[in-house]
């Protein structure tokens, strides 16, 4: 039994020293060492090369090792296995951690403050209303973005949350499809983006989502959150919509082209905070204890979970 | 039946037109209006001045404006009457608003990232514990502090906290008395305090506890929070930690001496962080509709709730 392990843009060493660590037993090959392709089993794709996973008669699934799968999809060898979404308790805490620390950052107005400590400025009668009096909308709701409104709730926000088929929580306004989506727009203060990259949600944060934003937000406008991926924004017309009022800030930790380069506006824009798409990094040893689990579960007879839809892409 | 209403060093004007709206059939007076002193049943203060509620024969309790109610203590002609403490939920939700976000903030190294941003450096290779690997200790464990504890334990910190007398708390690491301050700093990387200032309580935040803090934590050193009161620290002795690697940062919301004067150098210290004690500044309107209400239930013989212990101070 071999494992085809295929990492580019990350540094693959420790990966690949972390899943010879929990599977001594087993032949752990990359596509620049893989000699017998008949004995691979399956493989474990971060940006793949394009044709390293076709030839291989015997493959069974492969996984994902980050959160996205858009990723697969560049290959256009990609064979008929059951592509395995990652998906990780670990990693979905680490982007709620994100989620809520920038939808508090602009709550509290951390931009401010920071400012008025630069200035030795002491005001302490700036007008701050109450979490409960802020409207957020999570976009996505998965399990990234169900665990991300759930917290945001717990903080005392006004929480909704939008899928593209209906699903229900605890708390949380839930909205769907096409009707809901502007439903939910109308009501947001914060938008939270934590979709899947799509060819249907691809660029959909664009100037005209952003125009049916609520009018009335007791922060001085829209505020955009986007932690899921850089597909889903563009970024010329979040400029323009900062620069005409239509946003009052973003924070963003995925860009349409990472990382982002030296040239563009966002780095330097006053209202933009960026992160460089680390909003959620898990480990190579929990990410890996999970899909060894799982290669574990499905060779004693068991389905594998969280099989991605090709059909929607996610 | 009449309401002495005392403020001073804030805007005393939306307080008195709020109340007066509240209760129109009441008369409503301040030191400066008051004519006779026999009338007033209750009283409103907010760092009243000496001897404003001395002389008032039928004077029936006391109520702080603010969480806070050492301020009251500063009058030595303080009447011996019921002391009433501001319990407001809306005050304990965005105290907890200002402790989560800046226990995310330091913990996922925002000042870092605010730095990179500055410089256009892309570094997505930064180490990032979980919150599950930070420990956050918070003393106090009153109404701010228990709510601020569990929804750290929410995002995912691994929270303890600490109080005089012993309190439990689910999903908190609870710790009492002396000997478990010293066993809850020496497992803390963020120091959360939410604690009434007191005799004892007054200078506590010093070089000798700053040295008792956890020196193994993740973020490279122990972090303080302060959004209790301003003569809980020691601002000589937190710079002195600063610099000398007993402490790695601070946010302060208090201040031993308050606006913070221009020639402190917190204001400049790369390593704090500076609100102007508005942590959790709440609405006239949410104050005096639960003081009103407390009012009409003490009318009606119920006894109040809320009561300061005199001899404890808080």
């Known amino acids: 039994v071999t494992i085809l392990i295929a990492i580019n843009d990350w540094d693959p060493q ?11 037993d087993r032949a752990i090959v990359t596509p620049e060492t893989i000699v017998d392709r008949s004995a691979v089993d399956y493989a474990l794709s971060w940006r ?7 030839g291989l008669p015997n493959l ?13 999809f560049h290959d256009s060898e990609l064979p008929d296995v059951p592509l395995v979404r990652m998906v990780d308790t670990d990693l979905r805490d680490r982007m709620s951690e994100w989620v809520v620390l920038h939808s508090l950052l602009h709550h509290r107005q951390q931009r401010m403050y920071d400012w008025q400590q630069d200035q030795q400025i002491w005001d302490e009668d700036v007008e701050q209303p109450a979490a409960a009096e802020i409207r957020v909308g999570v976009l996505g709701l998965g399990v990234l973005g169900a665990d991300a409104a759930r917290k ?12 593209r088929t209906r699903r229900d929580h605890d708390g949380i306004a839930c ?37 049916k934003l609520a009018r009335d937000s007791r922060l001085g406008g829209p505020i955009l959150l986007n932690a899921g991926r850089g597909g889903l924004q563009v970024e010329a017309d979040i400029l323009a919509a900062l620069e005409g009022g239509v946003l009052k800030a973003a924070s ?20 933009v905070t960026i992160s460089p798409h680390n909003a959620a990094i898990s480990t190579p040893d929990t990410i890996l204890r999970a899909i060894v689990d799982q290669i574990a579960a499905h060779e004693r007879g068991e389905p594998l979970r969280h099989v991605v839809d090709r059909k929607r892409g996610y």
């Open 152 to 163: 945001l709730a717990l903080i005392g926000f006004d929480v909704a949350g939008w899928s």
């Open 252 to 271: 963003l930790d995925v860009f349409e082209v990472e990382p982002l380069p030296e040239a563009s506006p966002l780095w330097r824009h006053p209202r």
């Open 175 to 211: 909205f769907h499809g096409e009707d809901g989506l502007d439903a939910m727009l109308a009501r947001t203060d914060i938008l939270v983006a934590l979709l899947p990259l799509t060819p249907q949600t691809r660029g959909m944060l664009n100037s005209s989502l952003f125009a």
């Open 60 to 72: 069974k699934a492969i996984f994902s090792l980050g959160a996205g799968v858009d990723h697969l």
């Open 14 to 24: 420790p990966w690949r020293e972390r899943l010879r660590a929990l599977l001594p």
């Open 48 to 54: 793949h090369g394009p044709g390293a996973f076709a």
